[in-house]
Nanobody, 116 residues
Framework: VRMVESGGDLVQAGGSLRLSCYASGAILSDFSGNAMAWYRQAPGKQRELIATITSGGSTDHADSVKGRFTISRLNAKRMVYLQMNSLKPEDTAVYYC????????WGQGTQVTVFS
């Protein structure tokens, strides 16, 4: 299984973006039965976990994005989404998704750049 992220862009602070992630090659039961997550990696920093969604749809978000970002999933399409509102320059990073246990191959990510 390989993750395919998209939706990143150059956006002004305060703006919004919606990121998409497709689990290419995933068996539907394997996808729907596992927690999924979004991560990001800013230049010179380690990859950090920012949002998770369980198989049942329960979500959790890092404090740095809570109230601004929302993770969701559409199992039938093997898709995970990240709605990002009120973007800040510090949100600039490459964004990745994966199973919460990171057992699938990482994709190339999608670049989000927020300018003030």
């Amino acid at each position: 299984v390989r993750m395919v992220e998209s939706g990143g862009d150059l956006v002004q602070a305060g703006g919004s973006l919606r990121l998409s992630c497709y689990a290419s090659g995933a068996i539907l039961s394997d996808f729907s039965g596992n927690a999924m997550a979004w991560y990001r990696q800013a230049p010179g920093k380690q990859r950090e976990l920012i949002a998770t969604i369980t198989s049942g749809g329960s979500t959790d978000h890092a404090d740095s994005v809570k109230g601004r970002f929302t993770i969701s999933r559409l199992n039938a399409k093997r898709m995970v989404y990240l709605q990002m509102n009120s973007l800040k320059p510090e949100d600039t990073a490459v964004y990745y998704c994966n199973r919460h246990d990171n057992r699938w191959s990482w994709g190339q990510g999608t670049q989000v750049t927020v300018f003030s």
